[in-house]
């Protein structure tokens, strides 16, 4: 099980890029700069590199991609559109 700083810790890796650069230079220190425990930082500096970089792309991909259609309706909205649109 992993703890909330190391969650927390693990998101803001994926999606700040001042953060991701200053752990890839110093990922022990910062690792425990951010509340994680020794064994949690020794764990997160042995992590993929790569596919950290990889991962942090995809997201930012995802949220852009997201921002530029607008929030995504409800299934229930969809539902009631499907209907309206039936009727009409």
Same mark, same amino acid.
């Given at each position: 099980?992993?703890?909330?700083?190391?969650?927390?810790?693990?998101a803001?890796?994926?999606?700040?890029?001042?953060?991701?650069?200053a752990?890839?230079?110093?990922?022990r220190?910062?690792?425990?700069?951010?509340?994680?425990?020794?064994?949690? =930082?020794?764990?997160?500096?042995?992590?993929?590199?790569v596919?950290?970089?990889?991962? =942090?792309?995809?997201?930012?991909?995802?949220?852009a991609?997201?921002?530029?259609?607008?929030?995504?309706?409800?299934?229930?909205?969809?539902?009631?559109r499907?209907?309206?649109?039936?009727?009409?």
């Open positions: 099980m992993s703890s909330p700083a190391l969650e927390i810790f693990l803001r890796l994926y999606t700040d890029e001042a953060l991701r650069a752990f890839l230079l110093e990922p220190a910062q690792a425990l700069q951010h509340g994680l425990s020794p064994q949690e =930082a020794e764990a997160m500096a042995a992590m993929d590199r596919g950290l970089q990889m991962a =942090a792309a995809s997201y930012r991909s995802k949220r991609g997201r921002a530029a259609h607008g929030p995504r309706a409800s299934p229930a909205q969809r539902w009631w499907r209907l309206l649109a039936a009727w009409t």
